[in-house]
């Protein structure tokens, strides 16, 4: 555990020198998108100035969209903040999705969720896993609450709760799902998070509980404007260490979307040739 922390130090320490730009984006209503920083408004324009210093006027009458944005300054140019901060693959950061926002997401093509932010530090997600074929009343149906404490000194915690049901089964009343602590380091375009995990399982008034956590370690390191690599290493109570998973993506980056294409395995399982598919896509309307 102390060795996993001090690895997220380090990785702190050499991200700690990215120029964080606070900029404007103006969509106008004949598609045109400018990027830049405000330096002026009143009644009738935006002047923005652009990282290459040329000021632009924009009507206020042409603009269909206005967003706040960070950029982050590399020698290859302005790069855009990650729209999908909030999660990683599976297993989510302390960063909240942010007051009024919410995105479409598709983990592994069978589990489509809606995830919303409210307020600036609850984030709530609901979905369904959706196999061909399932009838109705099997079909789990998915619901996740993280709380998102203040961010200090580049370190962000949150706590949270997932949920899972057949709310549509009368025969049988159960569910699992699973707790969890998790700390964030890094900014919105490279971070990396330890998180920690009590899984349950309710079978009628029954109630059992992990004593003993799951551990999950992920980051996000962004390698260019459009790409990221994404990996999760996830570490189950009393499994050995080359039965635990480790997952690996390449986060393919847009204005709106995301794209994770990877793969999963383990030391034992990469040995017999047996890695899982990873596909997720990301929408932010």
Known sequence: MKILFSIILLFNLLLSDTNIIQSIEITTSDGNIFIGTLIEEDENSYRIVTNSGINIDVPKSSVKEVNYIELSSYEEGLYRPDPNKSMYLFAPSAYPIGDGNSYIRDF???????????????????????????????????????????????????????????????????????????????????????CLGWGYFRDERDLDLMENPIIVFAGNERLSDRTALVFEFWKFPDVEIQYSPLFISTRFIGRKFSVDIGAGSSLEWLQEGIPIPILNFTYHP
């Open 108 to 194: 592994q093509v069978f589990f489509p969720s809606y995830n919303r932010g409210f307020k600036e530090n609850i984030s709530i997600q609901a979905g369904a896993l959706t196999f061909p074929f399932m009838p109705l009343k099997y079909v789990p149906v998915i619901v996740s609450a993280k709380y998102s404490f203040p961010k200090k000194n580049e370190i962000q915690f949150s706590t949270g709760a997932l949920y899972m049901t057949a709310p549509f089964s009368f025969e049988s009343s159960w569910a699992t799902g699973i707790t969890f602590v998790n700390a964030t380091i890094g900014d919105l375009f490279s971070h990396y998070s330890i």
